[in-house]
């Protein structure tokens, strides 16, 4: 089938073939986004590219064509070459163009929409289709990796641990006698002379003794639940951050104040037996053992050590996810 514009002059043949590439078609407009039914290009017999029709699943026919062949296509011989095209399975017939000039590639505008089909069912289902727009989007999915939660709950555990050991008067433990980092008690009954050369004042507690290595581990130990609070909640900040680099950087100085409570409970829970070990001359006592509260303290040691290893474990690691999901909103 043949069409002509203008006056007279050379006459240029079109050939309208069938194109199955659909990926290279599936966006021809910054505006719109279709699935693509069917692509058809038509091109001068020098090969270069004129006009792009597009039948897109729900109907409409949309072209690209340079401004000189606009009038070819919108004309009745053009719709009906549309038609033939639509209604062809692979090939089209050719379309003569009588402006004298060789059509370039260049200048592609878009026609206004063409509609070929005129069946009510499509029709319904065009503006069905129309009143929702359907969009690809990327969520950004935070994955909370559970050894920082683990870490989290050793802090939390340490917390209780240390105000139990902190708080017990049996650190030390002889005949008739305890001793804790603030106070030591006297049992009724207990033998005489007193560990270390303390006045009987009866069955009761009484502050320590006034002893340099008895505070300094009671010191430390204030210090180790003083950090151990303030690292367990840069871990929860940590855990609740959205933003990575935040998120990491809370990590990273909970780890340093977690070590630093971790030293500090070490030193107390080795001083401290040291120390009385060179008074034990001095114990008036043939017994001593270590009470439940020494042992607290180094099962706190044990939880730190835990919770600084995993803060320190794949905190280089992402822990983003990307998920691409569809969207339908109504337009």
């Keep these: 089938m043949d069409s002509a514009s203008g006056g007279g002059g050379r006459v240029n043949k079109f050939g309208m073939g069938y194109s199955s590439n659909k990926r290279r078609h599936a966006i021809f407009s910054k505006r719109k986004i279709v699935i693509m039914k069917k692509a058809y290009e038509l091109s001068t017999l020098g090969g270069t590219q004129v006009m792009l029709l597009i039948v897109s699943e729900t109907g409409n026919v949309s072209t690209f064509a340079t401004q000189k062949l606009q009038p070819i296509i919108t004309s009745e011989e053009g719709k009906a070459l549309i038609q033939m095209c639509l209604n ?8 003569s163009d ?8 260049t200048g592609f505008e878009e026609t206004d929409n063409i509609d070929v089909y005129h069946d009510s069912k499509i029709l319904h289902k065009r503006k069905k289709n129309m009143a929702q727009v359907t969009t690809n989007t990327v969520e950004t999915i935070t994955i909370t990796r559970p050894l920082k939660v683990i870490a989290l709950i050793c802090g939390l555990i340490v917390i209780v641990l240390m105000l139990m050991t902190l ?11 305890r001793q804790g980092l603030f106070s030591h008690c006297i049992a009724l009954h207990a033998p005489t002379p007193l560990p270390f050369n303390v006045p009987n004042n009866g069955p009761d507690c009484y502050p320590t003794r006034e002893v340099g290595y008895i505070r300094v581990a009671a010191a430390l130990c204030i210090v180790t639940l003083v950090t151990d609070i303030v690292a367990t909640l840069l871990t929860g900040l940590g855990l609740r951050s959205k933003d990575q680099r935040t998120k990491y950087k809370f990590y990273r100085v909970a780890v340093y104040v977690m070590l630093l409570s971790l030293l500090s409970l070490l030193i107390a829970l080795i001083v401290y037996p040291v120390c009385f070990a060179a008074e034990l001359n001095l114990g008036n006592r043939t017994v001593w053992e270590f009470g439940w509260a020494y042992g607290v303290g180094w099962g706190a040691g044990i939880f730190l050590f835990g919770a600084v290893v995993l803060l320190l ?19």
């Design 313 to 331: 474990c794949n905190k280089e690691s992402e822990e983003i996810y990307y998920k691409e999901r569809k969207v339908t909103s109504s337009a």
């Design 167 to 177: 708080t017990s008067t049996d650190w030390l433990l002889s005949a008739g006698w």
């Design 98 to 105: 009588n402006s004298g000039d060789p059509l370039s590639a």
């Design 88 to 95: 062809s399975p692979d090939s089209c017939p050719s379309l």
